[in-house]
């Protein structure tokens, strides 16, 4: 998951460090650019909700 700064209901609170990425741990070599790439990637996040 990445965030997106225009969104104030997503909150990051824990992010990969800056050489981490994300991929396909069935594939054996990386074929497409990963979905999010360092600090980019949210291990733990916050969504609110408008109730």
Do not use: F
């Amino acid at each position: 998951m990445s965030s997106d700064p225009e969104n104030p209901l997503l909150l990051d609170v824990l992010t990969a460090s800056s050489t981490s990425y994300t991929a396909n741990p069935d594939e054996k070599t990386l074929s497409e650019y990963p979905a999010t790439v360092g600090k980019r990637t949210l291990l733990i996040s916050v969504l609110q909700a408008r109730n």
